[in-house]
């Protein structure tokens, strides 16, 4: 979906969003919906809105399959590229983190949420709060079975270092 600047009219306009986005790598379980909103200045826009989509992880610690709702609260300033092609060097403020470019005459709405969706999805997913894991000695998943295997407490792998580290202070 794209949407040319100039047809954006003085007071703005409202685009609701339901479209499915593909994108290598990441798993979309239904489309992309919400409602974004355009406000034109000359010809910089202001995209501001909000946008949620289901998408498929798999979890980093048990490695089950499950789906999470990933919400975006959009706040994006687009300008012309040509803009800032006259410039010699350009270093972006604090301010201006949220500065996009668009290159032409139109803004592509599909490309805008498939950046967003990228830059907003966690790079460690775990299925809960509490998920246990996979077990480091038979690799049963601890979330839905028990095991037999002989356990290292989390404190017990460090022994060795803190008694080396007590002879060096002696020393």
Do not use: W
């Not at 792998?157 to 202070?169: A, E, G, N, W, Y």
């Amino acid at each position: 979906m794209k949407v040319r600047v100039m047809d954006i009219p003085d007071e703005g306009m409202s685009l609701d969003i339901d479209m499915t986005v593909k994108m290598e790598g990441v798993e979309t379980r239904g489309p992309v919906k919400g409602r974004i909103y355009l406000q034109r200045n000359g010809t910089e826009v202001m995209v501001s809105g909000h946008t949620g989509v289901l998408l498929g992880f798999q979890c980093g610690l048990c490695l089950t399959e499950f789906t999470s709702e990933l919400s975006l609260d959009l706040n994006l300033l687009y300008c012309p590229q040509r803009a800032l092609e006259t410039e010699d060097s350009v270093e972006l403020t604090r301010g201006e983190m949220d500065l996009c470019l668009y290159s032409g005459d139109e803004i592509d709405i599909t490309a805008l949420l498939q950046e967003q969706i990228i830059l907003n999805i966690s790079i460690s997913a775990v299925c809960s709060d509490t998920c246990r894991g996979l077990c480091p000695g038979c690799g049963i998943n601890l979330n839905t079975e028990s095991c037999n295997c002989k356990r290292v407490h989390e404190q017990e792998r460090f022994f060795k270092l803190k008694d080396l580290l007590t002879k060096v202070k002696t020393n």
